[in-house]
Protein backbone atom coordinates (compact mmCIF):
# COMPACT_ATOMS: atom_id res chain seq x y z
CA UNK A 1 0.00 0.00 0.00
CA UNK A 2 2.63 2.32 0.91
CA UNK A 3 6.36 3.05 -0.30
CA UNK A 4 8.58 1.59 1.89
CA UNK A 5 8.73 4.00 4.97
CA UNK A 6 11.70 6.57 5.09
CA UNK A 7 12.61 6.72 8.85
CA UNK A 8 14.70 9.29 8.91
CA UNK A 9 11.82 11.26 7.82
CA UNK A 10 9.61 9.89 10.46
CA UNK A 11 11.95 11.24 12.68
CA UNK A 12 11.79 14.60 11.95
CA UNK A 13 8.30 14.77 11.41
CA UNK A 14 7.91 13.90 15.11
CA UNK A 15 10.51 16.27 15.90
CA UNK A 16 8.68 18.91 14.41
CA UNK A 17 5.33 17.78 15.88
CA UNK A 18 7.41 18.49 19.25
CA UNK A 19 8.19 21.77 18.55
CA UNK A 20 4.59 22.77 17.37
CA UNK A 21 3.23 20.93 20.51
CA UNK A 22 5.44 22.70 22.96
CA UNK A 23 4.60 26.12 21.15
CA UNK A 24 1.12 25.78 21.37
CA UNK A 25 1.02 24.78 25.22
CA UNK A 26 3.42 26.76 26.42
CA UNK A 27 2.76 29.82 24.92
CA UNK A 28 -0.77 30.09 22.86
CA UNK A 29 -3.01 28.17 25.11
CA UNK A 30 -1.89 30.67 27.66
CA UNK A 31 -1.58 33.92 25.95
CA UNK A 32 -5.30 34.03 23.78
CA UNK A 33 -3.14 34.50 20.98
CA UNK A 34 -4.58 31.96 18.47
CA UNK A 35 -3.84 30.77 14.69
CA UNK A 36 -6.55 30.72 12.13
CA UNK A 37 -7.06 27.82 10.01
CA UNK A 38 -9.58 25.24 11.07
CA UNK A 39 -9.21 25.83 14.76
CA UNK A 40 -10.32 29.54 14.45
CA UNK A 41 -12.77 28.29 11.83
CA UNK A 42 -14.73 25.70 14.60
CA UNK A 43 -14.96 28.80 16.87
CA UNK A 44 -16.65 30.96 14.48
CA UNK A 45 -18.92 28.43 13.54
CA UNK A 46 -19.12 27.45 17.38
CA UNK A 47 -19.98 31.54 18.17
CA UNK A 48 -22.60 31.91 15.20
CA UNK A 49 -24.13 28.73 14.58
CA UNK A 50 -23.59 27.04 18.01
CA UNK A 51 -22.15 24.29 16.27
CA UNK A 52 -19.63 22.14 18.44
CA UNK A 53 -15.99 22.42 17.30
CA UNK A 54 -16.01 18.92 18.33
CA UNK A 55 -18.24 17.90 15.30
CA UNK A 56 -16.87 20.50 12.93
CA UNK A 57 -13.35 20.45 13.78
CA UNK A 58 -14.18 16.28 12.81
CA UNK A 59 -15.53 16.98 9.93
CA UNK A 60 -13.54 19.49 8.63
CA UNK A 61 -10.09 18.06 9.53
CA UNK A 62 -11.04 14.59 8.00
CA UNK A 63 -11.80 16.51 4.54
CA UNK A 64 -8.51 17.76 4.84
CA UNK A 65 -6.56 14.67 4.83
CA UNK A 66 -8.83 13.29 2.44
CA UNK A 67 -7.98 15.96 -0.24
CA UNK A 68 -4.64 15.39 0.59
CA UNK A 69 -4.60 11.81 -0.08
CA UNK A 70 -6.20 12.07 -3.39
CA UNK A 71 -3.65 15.28 -4.18
CA UNK A 72 -0.35 14.25 -2.62
CA UNK A 73 -0.61 10.41 -2.51
CA UNK A 74 -0.77 7.86 0.38
CA UNK A 75 2.60 8.34 1.62
CA UNK A 76 1.16 11.54 2.75
CA UNK A 77 -1.26 10.06 4.90
CA UNK A 78 1.67 8.11 6.38
CA UNK A 79 3.75 10.66 7.41
CA UNK A 80 0.68 12.32 8.33
CA UNK A 81 0.13 9.78 11.20
CA UNK A 82 3.48 10.40 12.68
CA UNK A 83 2.41 14.00 12.94
CA UNK A 84 -0.45 14.16 13.80
CA UNK A 85 0.41 11.08 16.39
CA UNK A 86 3.16 12.37 17.74
CA UNK A 87 1.71 16.34 18.04
CA UNK A 88 -0.95 14.21 20.71
CA UNK A 89 1.34 12.68 22.34
CA UNK A 90 3.70 15.51 22.87
CA UNK A 91 1.48 17.54 23.62
CA UNK A 92 -0.41 15.24 26.53
CA UNK A 93 3.25 15.22 27.59
CA UNK A 94 3.70 18.77 27.86
CA UNK A 95 0.26 18.73 30.05
CA UNK A 96 1.60 17.41 32.66
CA UNK A 97 4.09 20.25 33.49
CA UNK A 98 3.74 23.59 34.20
CA UNK A 99 3.99 26.54 31.51
CA UNK A 100 7.49 27.47 31.34
CA UNK A 101 6.70 30.95 30.31
CA UNK A 102 3.05 31.86 32.00
CA UNK A 103 3.97 35.72 32.12
CA UNK A 104 3.72 35.53 28.35
CA UNK A 105 -0.27 35.64 28.98
CA UNK A 106 0.54 39.57 29.88
CA UNK A 107 3.16 40.35 26.59
CA UNK A 108 0.60 39.66 23.25
CA UNK A 109 3.28 41.03 21.48
CA UNK A 110 5.91 38.46 23.04
CA UNK A 111 3.83 36.01 22.99
CA UNK A 112 2.77 36.58 19.48
CA UNK A 113 6.13 36.38 17.57
CA UNK A 114 7.37 33.76 19.83
CA UNK A 115 4.52 31.59 18.91
CA UNK A 116 4.79 32.44 15.47
CA UNK A 117 8.99 30.63 16.00
CA UNK A 118 7.43 27.70 17.37
CA UNK A 119 4.94 27.24 14.91
CA UNK A 120 6.93 28.01 11.84
CA UNK A 121 9.17 25.74 12.88
CA UNK A 122 7.58 22.98 13.91
CA UNK A 123 4.83 22.90 10.87
CA UNK A 124 7.67 23.34 8.79
CA UNK A 125 9.54 20.82 9.85
CA UNK A 126 6.62 18.16 9.44
CA UNK A 127 6.17 19.70 6.22
CA UNK A 128 9.37 19.40 4.68
CA UNK A 129 9.39 15.66 5.48
CA UNK A 130 6.08 15.60 3.64
CA UNK A 131 3.46 15.28 6.54
CA UNK A 132 0.98 17.00 7.73
CA UNK A 133 0.18 17.89 11.79
CA UNK A 134 -3.14 18.91 11.49
CA UNK A 135 -6.07 19.42 8.99
CA UNK A 136 -4.77 22.94 8.26
CA UNK A 137 -1.29 21.47 6.75
CA UNK A 138 -2.58 19.00 4.96
CA UNK A 139 -5.53 21.69 3.17
CA UNK A 140 -2.18 23.98 2.48
CA UNK A 141 0.06 21.20 0.95
CA UNK A 142 -2.62 20.07 -1.44
CA UNK A 143 -3.41 23.66 -2.14
CA UNK A 144 -0.05 24.65 -3.03
CA UNK A 145 0.29 20.94 -4.74
CA UNK A 146 -2.40 21.68 -7.11
CA UNK A 147 -2.12 25.68 -7.57
CA UNK A 148 2.00 25.59 -7.98
CA UNK A 149 1.85 28.82 -5.16
CA UNK A 150 4.71 28.91 -2.66
CA UNK A 151 3.32 27.20 0.55
CA UNK A 152 3.25 29.97 2.84
CA UNK A 153 1.19 32.32 0.70
CA UNK A 154 -1.26 29.52 0.59
CA UNK A 155 -1.28 29.71 4.70
CA UNK A 156 -1.77 33.00 4.78
CA UNK A 157 -4.78 33.83 2.52
CA UNK A 158 -6.43 30.76 4.21
CA UNK A 159 -5.51 32.07 7.94
CA UNK A 160 -6.52 35.63 6.54
CA UNK A 161 -9.97 34.69 5.10
CA UNK A 162 -10.87 33.24 9.10
CA UNK A 163 -8.88 36.01 10.34
CA UNK A 164 -11.49 38.74 8.66
CA UNK A 165 -14.47 36.42 9.27
CA UNK A 166 -13.63 36.45 12.83
CA UNK A 167 -13.53 40.16 13.37
CA UNK A 168 -17.40 39.39 13.07
CA UNK A 169 -17.13 38.56 16.91
CA UNK A 170 -13.54 39.25 18.36
CA UNK A 171 -12.11 42.22 19.23
CA UNK A 172 -9.72 43.68 16.67
CA UNK A 173 -6.97 44.36 19.32
CA UNK A 174 -6.54 40.36 19.78
CA UNK A 175 -7.04 39.80 15.90
CA UNK A 176 -3.90 41.81 15.43
CA UNK A 177 -1.36 39.69 17.57
CA UNK A 178 -3.13 36.52 15.75
CA UNK A 179 -2.60 38.43 12.65
CA UNK A 180 0.79 38.62 13.51
CA UNK A 181 1.23 35.51 14.47
CA UNK A 182 -0.19 34.16 11.44
CA UNK A 183 1.87 35.79 9.44
CA UNK A 184 5.33 35.51 11.18
CA UNK A 185 4.74 31.35 11.31
CA UNK A 186 3.63 31.10 7.00
CA UNK A 187 6.90 32.79 6.67
CA UNK A 188 8.77 30.64 8.63
CA UNK A 189 6.92 27.38 7.28
CA UNK A 190 8.29 28.36 3.60
CA UNK A 191 11.69 29.52 4.52
CA UNK A 192 12.16 25.77 5.56
CA UNK A 193 11.12 24.79 2.37
CA UNK A 194 13.61 26.56 1.22
CA UNK A 195 16.28 25.62 3.51
CA UNK A 196 18.52 22.48 2.07
CA UNK A 197 18.08 19.50 4.57
CA UNK A 198 20.33 16.97 4.46
CA UNK A 199 19.76 13.94 1.54
CA UNK A 200 18.47 10.78 3.09
CA UNK A 201 18.62 7.96 1.03
CA UNK A 202 16.70 7.27 -1.77
CA UNK A 203 13.83 4.99 -1.54
CA UNK A 204 12.68 2.25 -3.65
CA UNK A 205 10.46 4.52 -5.74
CA UNK A 206 13.46 6.56 -6.03
CA UNK A 207 11.92 9.78 -3.89
CA UNK A 208 14.02 11.46 -1.11
CA UNK A 209 13.67 14.00 1.32
Known amino acids: MFSRINYK ?6 IGSAILAFGLYNIHSFSGVTEGGVLGL ?34 FI ?32 VASVTGALFVGAGVGLS ?3 GG ?7 LAMSLAALTKCKLQWIYLISDLIVLVLSAS ?15 LS ?11 LPRFRKTETGSIL
Open 9 to 14: KCVVVL
Open 42 to 75: TLLLHHWFHVSPAVSGLIMNLSCYLLGWFVLGKD
Open 78 to 109: LYSLFAGGGFSLFYGIFEQFDPVWPQLAEMPL
Open 127 to 129: VRA
Open 132 to 138: APSGDDA
Open 169 to 183: YIPLSKLFYSLLTVI
Open 186 to 196: GQIIGLFQRIP
